[in-house]
T-cell receptor, first 113, second 113 residues
Framework: ELKVEQNPLFLSMQEGKNYTIYCNYSTTSDRLYWYRQDPGKSLESLFVLLSNGAVKQEGRLMASLDTKARLSTLHITAAVHDLSATYFCAAFSSGGGADGLTFGKGTHLIIQP | DSGVTQTPKHLITATGQRVTLRCSPRSGDLSVYWYQQSLDQGLQFLIQYYNGEERAKGNILERFSAQQFPDLHSELNLSSLELGDSALYFC????????????FGQGTRLTVV
């Protein structure tokens, strides 16, 4: 059974600082997704990482995937208040009667001025 | 706007009742996924349909069922509702059978009283 663990689960940081959110998954999965969720809102797709060594960047966010270590990271550079949200990683599991995304518990990120 | 439409946005009902949640996928998407989000369980994959056929099952209770119609919209039926079924139910859609990139609807917030 695929398990996905994120850490930290809660992060409060100041504007202008850098930080990394970590996402570990338990079994082989070569697809890793990052989503953002604002309070009471839907999930917005940020990144889809499809291969080992994949790195994607959008603005102040950069995501990477190491399939050998079963680890993905979401790095925030020079954080701004607008990035405050909950960030989820999700890994794709196939077979065993359950195809779908397995989500981590999410990282609640607060960026303070 | 992801292009995935869910109705209703909010639903309040009593224990023991039955409700139907509706989802219209993005134009061109053949896969529909249902997820449940609650504070204690996080985001849980429930079920997937592809082009009208059930593709995969996750943590879906026997009291819950779903279907996808010829026009590709999907309905999630929840019966014999319990207080613990109160949650945010998301529908997502993607082009293919296996999750390439899934786009989420705004969700239906179900409150069972």
């Amino acid at each position: 059974e695929l398990k996905v663990e994120q850490n930290p689960l809660f992060l409060s940081m100041q504007e202008g600082k850098n930080y990394t959110i970590y996402c570990n998954y338990s079994t082989t999965s070569d697809r890793l997704y990052w989503y953002r969720q604002d309070p009471g809102k839907s999930l917005e797709s940020l990144f889809v990482l499809l291969s080992n060594g994949a790195v994607k960047q959008e603005g102040r966010l950069m995501a990477s995937l190491d399939t050998k270590a079963r680890l993905s990271t979401l790095h925030i550079t020079a954080a701004v208040h607008d990035l405050s949200a909950t960030y989820f990683c999700a890994a794709f599991s196939s077979g065993g009667g359950a195809d779908g995304l397995t989500f981590g518990k999410g990282t609640h990120l607060i960026i303070q001025p | 706007d992801s292009g995935v439409t869910q109705t209703p946005k909010h639903l309040i009902t009593a224990t023991g009742q039955r409700v139907t949640l509706r989802c219209s996928p993005r134009s061109g998407d053949l896969s529909v996924y249902w997820y449940q989000q609650s504070l204690d369980q996080g985001l849980q994959f429930l079920i997937q349909y592809y082009n009208g056929e059930e593709r995969a099952k996750g943590n879906i209770l026997e009291r819950f069922s779903a279907q996808q119609f010829p026009d590709l919209h999907s309905e999630l039926n929840l019966s014999s509702l319990e207080l613990g079924d109160s949650a945010l139910y998301f529908c997502a859609s993607s082009i293919g059978q296996q999750s390439s990139e899934a786009f989420f609807g705004q969700g239906t917030r179900l409150t069972v009283v």
